[in-house]
């Protein structure tokens, strides 16, 4: 029975460069050779393979740099030494949700979040700090970054005090760049080929972020910018700069591109528009003036930042309901085709559009005639132009800028938490519900690791309302502390003290979870789709390593004994396996008790754990052919992993006779920890 130590590659996160290497290696054999410290690059036969012309370690080459750029970039492929820890009593419906909130430091849990979601994720949104100065930072530990982050949260006696990034500290894009770049480029790998990635960013570091973006997800797969209009500053002392951006890439455009992907979007109110138009004609039968007036009363209460707003453009009333006539039916860019098209009345040829017109011959325009799709002036003088029916289509391609004011959307925050501000500037849940519903499919999952005050969660809740099965979230927070001194974040302070909870923005990210769900099931009584959670929080892993203390190596032999770090459960041993077997965090779990010891099956027999604290000799056999007869009626498709407590044995015979009967039985992988 092989022991899985703290270094056994089933205690790490995905090592991310053994596994470049292992690409280019299956590319190109020869480009890899030994070295000194195990596989290595040979820069000579990578020159001799794209040409000396294309490898360059020039000083001046074109891109973003920075002072610590390499260090980010290294950052990004050390292995994580940390784990998962479940938190059950945190969570809701923990047993059947399949939404994931993970307290810790973003760079931590995509490490180790690799192995299980690497190519699986359809969209991440991120909101990252947009370095004003009063943002939340730290310095990335590169020697030990799960200790790094217990101080700095405060989890470990003499924590290090936490600041903030100041201009002064003249270091303000550089921090923020080597915070933001290892993040981006450890999710990435995580999307699907066909999946995207949003991020919201202002004017402050908007040049930076795209340039990163470019580098780390290829310039080629750049779809478009959002411009989200937010408020105006009328005190602004040049000019009104009340916006906000989204970026948006995808993995692969070039795959979308194949697949002939087209992302519509319903027309927000067409279906109250058609409700209402139905009641007018019962009301005024063909009296389309007095159903005009109707429509537009109800298109008068739509404020300016309402989704809706681009059906007041739909003013003209007939039998087939509201529509505009003002389409442009020119070839866009000019040198479009010219052809004679007969006005109905006076059978001579209109006017054709200086740019030509926009369908290629007279028979496709003629299809356009006879639908009813071309409406022709009073004469062939004028121009026709083309009519567009609100029912005939009601998708639409979403808009570059988008009206979503801040104050609309603080306001429906604080609602949520009885009406007071507990988070800054929270972002539109129901932009976010709109995006997720626009980039991604029904069970799809969409990652947020900057959660903050928890909108994509909500955002994903609303996506999946009509939607079988539901959209997954995977939101991470860092808990970073609240200041009660502070008066940005007093209010937010107070509230987690009045329920009970840690002062941290994690607290109120979850609290915003618990609430947003109850708001949701209680606008939607209909609805019973996944509004739970399960909470998980980074940890040092359970799995002791070799600290030997020079002074008193008996003492640390008899304390390293047991690999596994005291105080911790089996659960979050059963979940630490989980991860580094790269097994998703919310597979079936099923349980049976044999030889009086707790024995799980995870993913239909992938894993079977025993992690008692002690088995005798005399139990050996019971629990052995108790696992054997488990695991043949589960009878996996693929190898089963079976899993002990190294130090649960009587002795090593025990272990020894428990691992013979397993192999005996076609169990090969019979490990301990």
Known sequence: MQKITAGAPEAQSADLVAGN????????????????????????????????????????????????????????????????????????????????????DNLEVLKLLQKSYAGRVKLIYIDPPYNTGKDFVYPDNFQDSIQNYLKLTGQTEGGTKVSTNSEASGRFHTDWLNMIYPRVKLAWNLLRADGFLLVSIDDKEFSHQRLVLNE??????????????????????????????????????????????????????VDEVRELFAELRKQHGDDFAAIQEGLKEHYAAFLEDDPRQPLTRFTKVDERGPYRDDGDPSWPGGGGPRYDVLHPITGKPCTVPSRGWVWPTYERMAQ????????????????????????????????????????????????????????????????????????????????????????????????????????????????????????????????????????TIAELTKERLRRAAKQVQAEAPHHSGDLGFRVFKLDASNIRAWTPKSDDLLQSLLIHQDHVVPGRTEQDLLYEMLLKLGLDLCVPIQQQTIASKSVHAVGAGVLIACLAEAITA??????????????????????????????AFADDVAKTNMAAILQQHGIQNVRSL
């Open 216 to 269: 780390l997800c290829g310039e080629e797969n750049f779809i478009a910018i959002l411009v989200f209009d937010r408020n105006r500053k009328n005190d602004a002392k040049f000019v009104s700069a009340g916006h906000e951006y989204m970026i948006l890439f995808a993995k692969n455009k070039q795959l979308l591109t194949e697949l002939d992907l087209r992302l519509r979007a319903p027309k927000e109110g």
């Open 368 to 503: 356009e005639i006879a639908a009813g799709h071309i409406v022709f002036g009073e004469d062939e003088r004028r121009i026709p132009s083309v009519r567009r029916d609100l029912f005939e289509k009601d998708d639409q391609v979403l808009r570059s800028v988008i009206f979503s004011y801040a104050q609309k959307s603080s306001q429906d925050f604080a609602k949520l938490f009885d009406g007071k501000a507990v988070f800054q500037n929270p972002k539109s849940y129901r932009d976010l519900q709109r995006l997720i519903a626009y980039l991604t499919e029904p069970g799809d999952i969409v990652l947020d690791f900057f959660a903050g005050s928890g909108t994509t969660g909500h955002g994903t809740m609303l996506a999946s309302l009509d939607a079988q099965p539901p959209r997954r979230f995977v939101l991470v927070q860092l808990p970073e502390p609240l200041d009660p001194a502070d008066k940005d974040q007093k209010v937010a302070a107070d509230f987690c003290a009045e329920i009970g909870r840690p002062g």
């Open 21 to 104: 290497i292992a690409q280019l290696k299956a590319l190109f054999p020869e480009l890899v050779t030994e070295g000194p410290k195990g596989a290595a690059i040979n820069l000579d036969v990578l020159k001799a393979l794209v040409g000396d012309a294309t490898v360059t370690d020039a000083d001046e080459k074109y891109g973003l740099n920075w002072h610590g750029k390499r260090r980010a970039r290294q950052l990004a492929l050390t292995p994580s030494t940390g784990t998962l820890r479940p938190c059950p009593e945190e969570s809701v419906d923990w047993d059947s949700t399949q939404n994931l909130m993970i307290e810790g």
């Open 618 to 647: 005399a139990e050996v056999e019971q629990l052995a052919e108790g696992v054997v007869q488990w695991h043949q009626q589960l009878a996996p498709a693929g190898e089963t992993t079976c899993v002990f407590r190294d130090s």
